[in-house]
């Protein structure tokens, strides 16, 4: 399985599973945002965290995706899509949603654009989980401490920061060296991608990939 990010919280995965080959990617962003999105970007699943369409920049992901923006459970080329929302955590009539990706043997958790602490029923839901991006710049998502927080609670193997600053954002949103602070000593590793099969995941500590964005 290879991971890269894009910025803010749009991340690509590329899995194989056998003869199958799938790649996701999540929440495609318009260049108002001061961030050129990717121009030949392809997917053949499309995951967005909220409901409403019409915050994404759909028409610049190529392919024909299949595209999530409910929750269910959903099967593409053996890699599964868990799309998962608390109705009880959020009284607006278009909720955000987190996701839960299995593939390759390792589950990842996916949470997007959230500003707030999981629930029980979201983390029970999630499960055990290997891979967790997260949210950590703060502003309209988890700042470092609220990421912290959210870590604490899911226990995974691997984190990858997502929707934070980087050089052009107009967004004001913290940096990752804030996030990694606030989580105080941990294994850091800066890659420009993420390869990573299910025999490499730790198995007694916890590490930290910060992904260059490409």
């Known amino acids: 399985m290879q991971i890269f990010w894009h910025g803010l919280s749009c991340i690509r995965i590329e899995a194989k599973t056998g003869e199958a080959e799938a790649t996701l990617v999540t929440d495609p962003y318009s260049n108002e945002t001061g961030l050129r999105f990717p121009r030949t970007l392809e997917a053949d699943i499309l995951a967005l965290t909220h409901q409403d369409k019409k915050l ?3 028409e610049a992901v190529g392919g024909e995706p299949f595209v999530v923006s409910e929750p269910g ?3 593409v080329a053996n890699l599964f899509v868990h799309s998962i929302q608390d109705p009880e955590a959020e009284q607006e009539k278009l909720r955000s949603i987190i996701y839960r990706f299995d593939s390759e043997g390792m589950k990842i958790a996916f949470l997007g654009n959230l ?12 499960g055990d989980i290997d891979i967790l991006m ?11 401490k609220g990421a912290a927080n959210v870590i604490k609670a899911i226990e995974p193997r691997i984190v990858v920061p997502i929707h934070y600053y980087v050089q052009g954002i107009k967004e004001k949103l913290n940096d990752v060296d804030a996030f990694c602070k606030q989580l105080g000593v ?3 590793e800066n890659v420009n991608k993420l390869k990573i099969e299910k025999k490499d995941l730790p ?9 260059e964005r490409t």
């Open 186 to 188: 941990c294994k850091r």
């Open 56 to 58: 994404f920049n759909i």
């Open 203 to 211: 198995m007694d500590e916890m590490l930290v990939y910060v992904i």
């Open 73 to 75: 459970e959903y099967e």
């Open 115 to 126: 500003k707030r602490q999981l629930t029980n029923f979201e983390i029970e839901t999630l």
């Open 134 to 144: 997260v949210p950590v710049g703060g502003s309209s998502v988890l700042d470092a």
